[in-house]
């Protein structure tokens, strides 16, 4: 979704322009700038935005190793993605994909050190927020390797560029929606509107979806010891 028809939805919604007309840029450069300080307030919620960006790196033809980590100061120098939806590798004008799997498939791999073109791999989160890709073998040299990277909405792409209204983003689940709704609502102030009970309602279930499909429960884990007592009491109470 380009940046701008997001902006002129917002609008919409808050009947300052009609679906058919196109804001003005000057109304794009503010609403952008709002939308960065919507995502910079969501950041201290703990509510990450994402979009989905194709990271690519072509390997070295000296120094290759089964292992590439993505984020700051790494061999693929950029923001530390979030998470990695997918990925393939491009060799000339063929590309091949390639499977996630699990630390214990991968480890259960003996011979990791040929050449060839990787079928598998295993993703690792890093103390210092990068990610590291590890494959199931060493990539041929000069392969170019696509990362479908769920990245940190920060108003500045992978190569640090700063995005511009006319800029296309893949965001995440519902994340688009969430935007503009919240960014309607913070705009009604600046173009002199009064904002809806609908508009706020909306606003507040498109949040809650995204934090609902976000949200990952933890697993609780008992001790093996406290099961053995509990099973040994439960089996001295029916005895007596």
Same mark, same amino acid.
């Given at each position: 979704?380009?940046?701008?028809?997001?902006?002129?939805?917002?609008?919409?919604?808050?009947?300052?322009?009609?679906? !058919?007309?196109?804001?003005?840029?000057?109304?794009?450069?503010?609403?952008?700038?709002?939308?960065?300080?919507?995502?910079?307030?969501?950041?201290?919620?703990?509510?990450?935005i994402?979009?989905?960006?194709?990271?690519?790196?072509?390997?070295?033809?000296?120094?290759?190793?089964?292992?590439?980590?993505?984020?700051?100061?790494?061999?693929?120098?950029?923001?530390?993605?979030?998470?990695?939806?997918?990925?393939?590798?491009?060799e000339?004008?063929?590309?091949?994909?390639?499977?996630?799997?699990s630390?214990d498939?991968?480890?259960?791999i003996?011979?990791k050190?040929?050449?060839?073109?990787?079928?598998?791999?295993?993703?690792?989160?890093?103390?210092?927020?990068?990610?590291? !890709?590890c494959?199931d073998?060493?990539?041929?040299?000069?392969?170019?390797?696509?990362?479908?990277?769920?990245?940190p909405?920060?108003?500045?792409n992978?190569?640090?560029?700063?995005?511009?209204?006319?800029?296309?983003? @893949?965001?995440?689940?519902?994340?688009?929606?969430?935007?503009?709704?919240?960014?309607?609502?913070?705009?009604?102030?600046?173009?002199?509107?009064?904002?809806?009970?609908?508009?706020?309602?909306?606003?507040?279930?498109?949040?809650?979806?995204? @934090?609902?499909?976000?949200?990952?429960?933890s697993?609780?884990?008992?001790?093996?010891?406290?099961?053995?007592?509990?099973?040994?009491?439960?089996?001295?109470?029916?005895?007596?």
């Amino acid at each position: 979704m380009l940046i701008s028809k997001t902006i002129d939805d917002a609008l919409v919604e808050i009947g300052v322009k009609n679906p !058919i007309e196109e804001a003005t840029p000057q109304d794009h450069e503010f609403g952008l700038r709002t939308l960065n300080r919507i995502v910079d307030l969501f950041n201290t919620q703990n509510l990450l935005i994402t979009y989905l960006e194709d990271i690519t790196y072509k390997m070295p033809t000296n120094g290759w190793t089964n292992c590439i980590t993505i984020g700051h100061g790494m061999q693929i120098d950029t923001v530390a993605p979030a998470d990695i939806e997918d990925l393939f590798w491009r060799e000339s004008k063929t590309d091949h994909s390639s499977i996630a799997m699990s630390y214990d498939q991968w480890c259960g791999i003996a011979e990791k050190s040929s050449e060839s073109i990787p079928g598998a791999y295993y993703i690792q989160k890093m103390d210092n927020n990068s990610i590291k !890709i590890c494959f199931d073998c060493i990539p041929v040299r000069g392969l170019e390797l696509h990362v479908m990277a769920k990245m940190p909405w920060t108003g500045k792409n992978s190569k640090g560029n700063e995005y511009l209204p006319t800029d296309d983003i @893949k965001w995440g689940f519902g994340i688009e929606k969430l935007l503009m709704n919240k960014l309607a609502f913070e705009l009604c102030d600046s173009y002199s509107v009064s904002p809806s009970e609908s508009l706020f309602l909306k606003m507040q279930m498109a949040e809650d979806a995204v @934090k609902s499909y976000n949200y990952q429960p933890s697993t609780l884990k008992s001790d093996p010891t406290l099961n053995r007592y509990k099973i040994s009491t439960r089996f001295n109470r029916a005895r007596y």
